[in-house]
């Protein structure tokens, strides 16, 4: 699935991807959400702090070694500032604290909201289920396939944006080892394991991941192959999440869309169709023989 980083909405409701520095791990333009708002939230009290010390812009950025230039597109919300600038100008400015508690939410805004959301509902599961019929699900991929898969997206990305996309992804991926576990399944098609996206090493090592990936006590791998002639899933990608207080949400992404679907009835349908198709994949032990075999031929 290409995409499988949806938005939080009502049921039905679609938001679409948007994907954005002075020097690198900074990360500038915002999506056209909440996360702005946060930023320049932000920016304004580290300017207040600022103003209250009898600081310039240059004296402050000297005191903690960044540029004026830098400070000023901080404190207008329009560079969204690393941690430890955050614990810097905090210490310069005698904030006790109270500039660097804003860590934890400028880090949320840093990646794109519909990613976010998604990693919030994934916080909350205890159980994720998900079929790919185009490419491997975000959560399985490691990082070089990740970089390469949305390398090739076009109109291409700015690298800066490439990289946030990437570093949102790999967040992610702590899901599998949370306390406590969260039970993943995976369906993936055949081609998702065949397709060579970044180049055959960087789909060798990818296929490796998945090997390893497939042995965690808490991950079930199963493939589909391409020679199946009954199969549940060719209406396209599904994913279900089950949560801590027992509501299940359903998932899907499309080109410059996500929906995020709610409703019982159609929940129920994403679940009963879900299961069809595990069962017309291979065995999760099957499966990782099967894998195994197209590592060999890779």
């Known amino acids: 699935m290409t995409g499988d980083n949806g938005g939080v909405a009502g049921p039905g409701r679609r938001s679409s991807a948007t994907d954005g520095t002075d020097s690198p791990g900074w990360d500038p333009g915002l999506d056209e959400d909440d996360s702005g708002a946060v930023v320049k939230a932000v920016g304004r009290q580290i300017k207040v702090w600022r103003e209250a ?38 210490e310069a400015l005698g904030a006790g604290g109270k500039i660097a508690a804003m860590k934890k939410d400028v880090a949320e805004a840093r990646y794109p909201k519909k990613v976010r959301d998604l990693a919030r509902l994934e916080a909350e599961a205890v ?5 790919g019929n185009h490419n491997l699900h975000g959560l399985l991929q490691t990082e070089e396939y990740a970089r390469a898969l949305f390398g090739v997206r076009r109109p291409a990305l700015a690298e800066e944006d490439l990289e946030r996309y990437v570093a949102a992804r790999l ?24 397709r060579p996206i970044g180049g055959r090493m960087v789909l060798r090592r990818q296929l490796e991941h998945l090997l ?6 808490n991950v079930e791998i199963q493939v589909m192959p391409t020679n199946r002639e009954d199969h549940a899933g060719m209406g396209g990608e599904v994913q279900l999440l089950k949560l801590k207080d027992g509501t299940a949400v359903g998932h899907s992404e499309a080109q410059l869309m996500t929906r995020l679907v709610s409703s019982p009835r159609e929940v129920h349908l994403l679940d009963l169709r879900y299961g069809i198709i595990r069962s017309q994949a291979l065995s999760p ?3 990782l023989a099967f894998i195994e075999k197209v590592l060999g031929d890779t």
């Open 53 to 90: 010390a009898g600081l310039k812009q240059a004296e402050l950025g000297a005191a903690i070694g960044y540029g004026e230039e830098l400070v000023s597109a901080v404190e207008r919300g329009r560079r969204i500032p690393r941690p430890e600038f955050l614990d810097k100008a905090d």
């Open 127 to 131: 159980e994720l289920g998900a079929y």
């Open 171 to 194: 967040a992610r991926q702590e899901i599998f080892t949370r306390t406590p576990m969260v039970t993943l399944t995976f369906v993936q098609e055949e081609v998702t394991l065949r």
């Open 212 to 217: 390893a990936v497939g042995q965690l006590r």
């Open 285 to 287: 032990r099957e499966s």
